[in-house]
């Protein structure tokens, strides 16, 4: 990893062109083209939230968020197992205030898309032309036995949100004997991160084989079948960690009694049909869905736990003129299982669809051709990264799975009947880029 | 009318669909990982901001069509049409260089300097700042980033096109390769 400080990034940011059109110093000072209401300063809203002001300055944007601080998901792994401080993950809310974006720190608690109002806990209440909702996931704490909001903090942590979760799982890992056994709980599927559950497998098994304690086990159980970048995956299992019988990481699917329907937090047993799993740590990511004011609103109607939207414009089915990006959504292909993964980088690319669309309306301009493109890393080792790309397109009212821009890095080279093995150089790439690519994407989104 | 809006919403307006409106919205996709206006704060991703056009479009055509060896690039340049690679070259060509000077030890420099003097000033010229027609600027470039480029060129297992380049880069001794990066990136002209 390399070793700019925060100073260079920062004059890196400040010799950027744009730093003259930082300067706006007021929102709202004249009569606004339109007012547009974001809930949720994840990447996604922030991401809107500054790019219609740096398309439109005429149009005022409030951005609603409930934390002063965000710490990025992407990466956070790297927290847990110690390779990586959180600072480098967190970020304010004042780069967006450069912009002319009104933040407040505040949860919206009530939409009225009659009126298009939206009343906060406390107590303020905006109007709004359009609303983009970026609300993230919420927990179904219920949805497995044996789980609570409370145990979720305390003994069975799911650092699905980075944050003090992370940090308290990090503190449950070095405590953790050697010859224990940590416990990765994997919802079904669609979740939040689809290689995040895997990619923490490899950084808690990093940290048990740097840390004396090689002889702990990572034990992921799914309950689904398959996951992102499977071949990828197991590849660095096998030749960095043992990976299988014997090996530091195993992984139990659904269809091998890996799918837990009950946990006891006081045994830290996982309880999965037949099969019963006892651990030293157990890190359950609870089922989860679109963040409730989404849900609460009834946009929620896939599976009743994501939000459909517009191809062209992210727009929601349910409601007009309210927009939901990031986690919270479902788009892509879903015919062929090719949906939008839920990554900080998809929420960017839609966000800046919304931002597009939004623009020319208030402006009386045909609506952008969108396009939407996912890139994501996962770093499983010192030396050893690798990331899938996607790519999607509009047409015909329908989004279009681009495959010849979408894939996994290669698993293998040389030819199918005489393989040869993808030199080092290429995995140690990708965990350089990994750390371009946080740097960059958390300044696209916040600076 | 607000400077912001103006470049942005004039062109489009100006322009038919696929020159104006979506080249910028091909181009807003290229942000993420290599900052606003092509100016990265990524220290292992290129800034691509006036970089010169003929460059950009030889290079993401030959990740295309697998002339030339990438790790991410490769995959996400195959699904965009020649047409789109070349208004996306034009486009970034077309944006100022914004070099971002690194701060390097005394030591470095001094290596850094001699060994440019013999390997790279010829084509990419004594700061990196003028380069010969088809090369990139390197001043002010991110050090981290061309140190692992080099190491591309010097890894005879990874297909770099460029055979000058790959001859430079393997008559580098070791110790030299950081020090390379780190002057070039210490420019700011």
Redesign the interface.
């Known amino acids: 990893m390399?070793g700019?400080d925060r100073r260079?990034?920062l004059?890196?940011?400040a010799?950027?062109?744009?730093a003259s059109?930082l300067t706006?110093p007021r929102a709202h000072a004249s009569t606004p083209k339109a007012r547009v209401l974001v809930v949720g300063g994840g990447y996604g809203g922030a991401t809107v939230a500054k790019?219609l002001?740096?398309?439109?300055?005429?149009i005022a944007v409030t951005l609603v968020e409930r934390e002063t601080l965000y710490t990025s998901c992407p990466l956070s792994n790297e927290v847990i197992s110690g390779e990586r401080d959180i600072k480098t993950l967190q970020v304010g809310y004042d780069g967006l205030r450069k912009h002319g974006v009104d933040v407040v720190h505040d949860d919206v608690v009530l939409v009225d898309p009659v009126k298009k109002t939206a009343t906060t806990a406390g107590g303020k209440v905006f109007d709004y032309d359009s609303l983009i909702l970026s609300p993230g996931v919420d927990f179904d704490f219920g949805g497995l036995e044996g789980l609570t909001r409370e145990l979720a903090e305390t003994r069975l942590p799911h650092a699905w949100k980075a944050g003090p979760q992370t940090l308290l799982l990090k503190k449950q890992l070095e405590a953790m004997p050697d010859g224990g056994t940590f416990i990765i709980v994997v919802p079904p599927g669609p979740f939040r991160c689809p290689p995040g559950p895997y990619e923490r497998a490899a950084q808690v098994a990093l940290y048990c084989k740097s840390h004396g304690k090689a002889k702990s086990k990572v034990l992921i159980l799914d309950a689904n079948d398959s996951f992102s970048k499977k071949a990828l995956f197991e590849q660095a299992w096998k030749e960095l960690y043992g990976y299988g019988e014997g090996g530091m990481i195993e992984w139990v699917p659904a269809s091998k009694d890996g799918k837990v329907e009950r946990v006891d937090a006081e045994t830290l047993t996982c309880y999965a049909g037949f099969g019963e799993y006892k651990g030293d740590v157990v890190n359950v990511i609870p089922p989860h869905h679109a963040g409730s004011i989404a849900r609460d609103l009834g946009l929620a109607t896939f599976k009743d736990k994501w939000c459909e939207v517009r191809p062209e414009n992210m727009e929601s089915t349910k409601q007009k003129d309210i927009y939901v990006v990031g986690d919270a959504c479902v788009g892509g292909e879903l015919a062929t299982n090719n949906p939008f993964p839920k990554s900080a980088?998809m929420a960017?690319?839609q966000a800046?669809?919304v931002a597009?669309s939004l623009?020319?309306r208030f402006?009386g301009?045909?609506p952008?051709?969108?396009?939407y493109?996912n890139?994501c890393y996962s770093v499983v080792g010192h030396d050893w990264g690798f990331?899938v790309?996607h790519?999607f397109r509009v047409d015909g009212g329908q989004w279009v799975y681009?495959k010849?821009?979408?894939?996994i890095?290669p698993v293998t080279m040389g030819t199918k009947d005489a393989p040869k093995p993808v030199?080092r150089?290429?995995r140690k790439?990708?965990v350089?880029?990994a750390?371009?690519?946080?740097?960059?994407?958390l300044?696209?989104a916040f600076? | 009318m607000h400077r912001g809006i103006s470049a942005w919403l004039l062109f489009w307006v100006a322009a038919p669909a696929f020159a104006a409106g979506n080249v910028d919205v091909l181009a807003r996709t290229c942000n993420n990982c290599h900052g606003l206006d092509g100016v990265s704060v990524g220290t292992t991703m290129p800034s691509i901001g006036g970089l010169p056009k003929i460059y950009l479009a030889n290079v993401m055509k030959d990740w295309k069509y697998d002339k030339r060896g990438a790790i991410t690039m490769n995959r996400i340049v195959k699904g965009l049409s020649d047409d789109e690679i070349d208004a996306l070259a034009a486009h970034f060509a077309k944006l100022p260089w914004v070099p971002v000077p690194q701060p390097a030890s005394a030591e470095s420099l001094a290596i850094g300097k001699t060994v440019i003097k013999e390997n790279c000033e010829d084509c990419h010229g004594a700061t990196g700042s003028d380069p010969d027609v088809g090369s990139p600027k390197l001043n002010g470039q991110w050090a981290p980033y061309m140190a692992l480029e080099l190491e591309k060129y010097r890894d005879p297992e990874f297909r770099m096109t460029h055979r000058k380049m790959r001859k430079a880069a393997r008559e580098l001794k070791e110790g030299e390769v950081h020090p390379v990066a780190e002057y070039y990136g210490a420019q700011d002209k």
């Open positions: 390399n700019f260079t990034f004059k890196a940011l010799a950027t062109p744009v059109i706006v790019y002001r740096l398309m439109d300055p005429g980088h960017i690319s800046k669809v597009a623009v020319a402006n301009l045909p952008p051709e969108p396009i493109t890139t990331s790309v790519l681009v010849s821009g979408s894939g890095s030199p150089l290429y790439l990708e350089e880029y750390d371009g690519w946080l740097r960059n994407v300044a696209d600076l």
